[in-house]
């Protein structure tokens, strides 16, 4: 099986590549590449992101033909995606960090700013947080609960059709961290960062 | 509900360590990837690693160390220590540290966190801030507490938030090595001021004083070096004590 981890200048990558290189081991080839051949032919891709949305959405459309490809392997042919952090973020039609910015689409609804509740609430919501499951997700499978898991962000994926929500987390407000439509997945929270239960996840996305 | 962290400190230099945990069952108890490895698998929720190294030969080491430990810890791993550029920023997120800490330079030129934070994003860009008392305040020092910069540190703390700092790492050099308690004072005034998380560090010598410094100084995070090196403590005891003391911890 092979497996893309999209490098597309998004920041900081290499705790990404770490942690699937650590699960996988030598069953599952996992490449590291803005390659759009090498995409198209994966047979899973990784979308992480960090930084802003705006510089992430800048960041993909700099190289070219790189959204379509994604759109391709996502939308056309279905094939599996996990996103992560801003990577899941970009799943959405518009972000407002920084400035008003088009996302890919993929999961109506928008990314905002979390409320922080007149400073009652520290931002970034940094550390680690329990997510509350609300669907059953393949990517969760052995992982209980109430697991912990690490974040980093300010601001958070609102989807227009809650359907999608995989799992919650509790801070100022509610907070979606994790979505889950047909072949699309996406964390809010860093599975790369999120110790043994963080790689059983990967395992997870590694096994569907 | 958004849990404390408790984040043990390595004190790296030239690629060994020097504070260690005196365990005999080490095979390497210099090694600073070993000794992560046991933070980790004890329960820290990040790991943090302060380079001492002086000669600007050997600070290369430190990328190797980083490289070997990402590959075998995962949680956030902070970097400190002789970071003067967005250059210096750069190698050792590519080594695979996931934040950096910045001290002397980011008092020298605030530009440094001004561009480190829109280049590689707040997540990652902790300011260190050394801060030693002076009548009613506190004036931040650079150069491992060497030089008096005069600044006053709750207005510094106020504009590294503003300039994109992500945290800030605030140690009193009043009460480092002391093992005598955090700088309450210090840690609540500047976590009151600032929106962003203030990790408390220096003068922890029992887990009260872990208790304390998120109680009392408010902190989102305890760091510590001295009690979880000399085996004093395990992570796990600092945890399954603040859970019985109240506090939310990941356990």
């Known amino acids: 099986m092979d497996v893309t981890i999209v490098d597309y200048n998004s920041g900081n990558i290499s705790s990404v590549i770490n942690s699937f290189k650590e699960v996988a081991q030598d069953k599952v080839n996992i490449e590291v590449t803005s390659d759009l051949n090498k995409i198209k032919s994966s047979d899973k891709v990784v979308l992480p992101g960090q930084g802003s949305f705006k510089s992430c959405v800048d960041a993909l459309n700099k190289i070219d033909g790189l959204t379509d490809t994604l759109n391709e392997f996502a939308i056309t042919y279905k094939k599996p995606l996990l996103g992560i952090c801003v990577g899941l973020q970009m799943f959405a039609d518009i972000g407002y960090e920084e400035t008003e910015t088009k996302g890919l689409g993929w999961i109506s609804g928008k990314v905002l700013k979390i409320d922080n509740q007149n400073r009652k609430f520290k931002l970034p919501h940094i550390g680690w947080n329990q997510i509350n499951i609300v669907k059953e997700s393949k990517i969760f499978k052995n992982i209980e609960n109430n697991s912990h898991m690490y974040f980093v962000h300010s601001y958070e994926f609102i989807p227009k059709d809650k359907n999608v929500i995989s799992s919650t987390t509790d801070y100022s407000s509610n907070i979606v961290c994790s979505v889950e439509k047909e072949n699309i997945f996406g964390t809010q929270f860093h599975p790369e960062k999120s110790d043994k239960l963080g790689l059983q996840i990967i395992k997870n996305f590694l096994n569907l | 509900m958004l849990k404390n962290r408790i984040i043990p400190c390595l004190d790296v230099k030239n690629g060994r360590v020097v504070k260690g945990i005196n365990f005999v069952d080490l095979k390497d108890a210099g090694d600073p990837v070993e000794q ?67 001290n002397t330079a980011a008092v020298e030129n605030s530009k440094v966190v001004i561009d480190s934070s829109k280049k590689f994003g707040s997540q990652c860009i902790v300011v260190a801030i050394d801060a030693k008392k002076d009548g009613d305040k506190w004036e931040v020092f650079t ?16 504009e590294m938030e503003e300039n994109g700092a992500g945290e800030l790492l605030i140690t009193s050099m009043d009460r480092d090595g002391t093992q005598i308690g955090y700088d309450i004072d210090l840690m609540s005034k500047i976590s009151s001021q600032v929106n962003i998380p203030v990790i408390a560090s220096g003068g922890v010598g029992n887990l009260d004083h872990l208790v304390d410094g998120i109680k009392l100084g408010k902190a989102s995070a305890v760091l510590a070096a001295t009690i979880f090196h000399y085996g004093k403590y395990s992570v796990q005891e600092a945890k399954e004590y603040l859970d019985a003391k109240g506090i939310p911890v990941r356990i």
């Open chain 2, 36 to 102: 992560a490895k046991i933070y980790s698998d004890g329960g820290a929720d990040e790991i943090c690693f302060l380079d001492i190294t002086a000669s600007n030969e050997n600070r290369k080491i430190i990328y190797d160390v980083i490289k070997k430990t990402s590959k075998k810890c995962f949680v956030p791993l902070t970097v400190g220590g002789g970071i003067r550029s967005t250059e210096d920023i750069n190698k050792l997120l590519n080594c695979g540290a996931d934040k950096v800490s910045i």
């Open chain 2, 143 to 158: 150069h491992g507490g060497r030089n008096n910069s005069g600044i006053d540190a709750l207005k510094y703390a106020k």
